[in-house]
Structures are given as structure tokens and as C-alpha cells.
């Protein structure tokens, strides 16, 4: 159980280099290091939008609460980006790892390094789907919209289930695919 001094963050994780599974296990059980898990969706894998021609992302969510606040955290996120292997190159270019804070119920963060909502978080299948995988109550905290409504707008999503919540926890191992 969540102390009480302890906020909840949903995390969107992606990763197109390398065995992405692999890196987002990895990331997961770091992640827990920082709080406790509370939920997590399942893996999706979707085309990279923006940026290079790359290959395909394998995205998900997870919700944590930790006592961290969000600057903090977002420094220890990019902590484990870096310690997973991401070397920042290029904007929207391949990567190993991409930990993005997507959402925090009520609270509204703007500046230049850090903002929640995720600025672009009601644009974006491959980010809504996992949130709402672990918040289906997730709304925009501005607008009050629900962001159920946000992802029905949105193209046909594009997004290929790959694992179950689950099935891509630190200490559940596969063989490769």
C-alpha cells in the first residue's frame, strides 16, 4: 500500500533498439526501485512517429507511487535511460529506453524540462492506450476531458499487443521471440 506522503505517477516506457523487451523488463524492476508498482499495462508495439526512419516501438505504462517529486523522479528517470544504454542523439531518433511522465491525476506541471500532463499526451495512441490500460479514469487536468474520449478521436490505433501486464515483469522470463 502507498504511503500516505507518496504521489502517483504513470510512466510511459518505449524502446525501438536492441531487445526492447528486454529493456523495458529492465526498466520496470528499476522503476520499482524508485516506489511501488501499482498496476502496469500491457506491451504494444506501434511505428515510430516523427523523427528518422526507425523500427517499431514496444510501448507501455506503468503507474508508481514514490515520494519523489516530479523534477527529481524526472532526473532519475533519465538516470535509467542512460544507465539501460540510451545515448541522446538525435530528437525523436532510435533508442533503447525512453521513460516519459505521462500523467499525475490533478497535478499540472509547465516548464521547460519538465511538463504534466505529457504535452502531446492526447496526440499520441501509442501513450494513451497504455495510461488508460493502467487509469481508465485518467482526464486531462486542465480541460477535464477524459482521455478515453481523447484516444476515440484519435486515427485507428496502429498498436499490436505483445504481452499481457504481466508477462513482461523483471522476473518473467521467455524465450525470444
Known amino acids: 500500500m502507498p504511503s500516505n506522503d507518496s504521489t502517483r505517477y504513470v510512466v510511459g516506457l518505449g524502446s525501438n533498439v536492441a531487445d526492447r523487451l528486454a529493456s523495458l523488463r529492465a526498466a520496470r524492476g528499476l522503476l520499482a526501485e524508485l516506489g511501488q508498482i501499482c498496476g502496469a499495462s500491457p506491451v504494444y508495439e506501434s511505428d515510430a512517429m516523427g523523427g528518422p526512419t526507425q523500427g517499431r516501438f514496444l510501448n507501455a505504462a506503468v503507474e508508481i507511487a514514490t ?23 538525435e530528437r525523436w531518433g532510435p533508442r533503447t529506453l525512453d521513460l516519459d511522465l505521462l500523467w499525475s491525476g490533478q497535478l ?7 511538463s504534466i500532463p505529457h504535452p502531446r499526451l492526447a496526440e499520441r495512441t501509442f501513450a494513451l492506450r497504455p495510461l488508460l490500460d493502467v487509469r ?16 476515440a478521436r484519435l486515427a485507428e490505433p496502429a498498436l499490436r499487443p505483445i504481452c499481457g501486464r504481466d508477462d513482461w515483469r523483471p522476473d518473467v ?5
Open 136 to 151: 481508465a479514469d485518467a482526464w486531462d487536468p486542465a480541460s477535464g476531458e477524459p482521455y478515453v474520449a481523447a484516444l
Open 67 to 89: 515520494a519523489l517529486e516530479p523534477a527529481p523522479l524526472l532526473d532519475r528517470l533519465l538516470s535509467i535511460e542512460r544507465q539501460l544504454g540510451r545515448i541522446r542523439r
Open 173 to 177: 522470463h521467455h524465450a525470444p521471440r
Open 108 to 114: 499540472v506541471v509547465r516548464g521547460p524540462e519538465l
